[in-house]
């Protein structure tokens, strides 16, 4: 996924609760709060998810952490249900 | 191959079946298999359900699936696991196995996307005299309107849409003697998404088969559910 893909698809899932891998292989679980063309900022729920210590700019509220697009391989609604 | 299934492929959706993992080991909290047993997982998937059957109970598990993109993904998974299951590329409708080699056979929402009759009818040839075939499968609830019908055949690709008794007489016209329900809360809810091994490239049309597919579980809710069976020959 190059970072134009990525952009749109935080733009389609945009409020919505997703899952985000990254190239270092960490995946990202939060609301999509904002998107612009280099970054979208997720704000994880409860405090669980890994990969990352989120203390900068996120405190519980705001707009959450910010990943840089072209660090994203994919992207999903986290929550499905499938056949 | 169906778009859905390759949709589940390229994301490596794990326990992609009503329910999803945690259906599953609840099954097998009232359900168990022997560590001689001989298991087959139709339809494996990337391996989850394999991976804790191995685990859980140390029985020889052989993983069949359709999708390459799916064997290629299991294999990796047992590579990185080190768990001896075999994984094949098959079709279970025509299976390249020996009639009465298994003891037991799970079928995850695998005999719905394919023509049931033939494939159970297989099955039950593969399986041993007293084994057990276990199935989660999707199943019509009420009377489905003709043009929704429609609409989820093209969507997944299944042929058709059972009911529970339809199932049942399936099951029995292959030769299987007893057909258990086994007890859930049967409503699609969505669950948290535990897995998934997402390909390095997946096609964006996938992304609208998603949205497609979340739009059409919201219609056809009380509509289609599934089922749980354990059918013993």
Redesign the interface.
Known sequence: MNASEAYNMCRRYHGRHVRITDRDGRVHEGHITRVDRNMVWIRPQGGGGYGLGWGWGWGGGGFGYGIALGAITGIALSAAFFW | MNE?IDL?AY?G?GS???G?ASLTRSIFEKVSINQDDLVLDIGCGTGQTAQYLAKQFKCSVTAIDHHPLMVEKAKRRFAKEDLPVQVLLGDAEKLDIESQTFNFILSE?VI?FTHAKETVKELARVLKEKGQLLLIE?AAEASIPKSMKEEVQKL?GVHDIYTGEEWRSILEEAGFATIEEIQTHSS??????DE?D?S???P?SL?DV?DE??EM?EKVHGHIGYIVYLASK
């Open positions: 859905y589940l994301f959706i992609a079946h009503p999803g929402s719905s999707m997944y699609l809810i969505s669950s948290d998404l998934m997402l390095e490239s997946i964006m992304y998603w597919h979340n579980t």
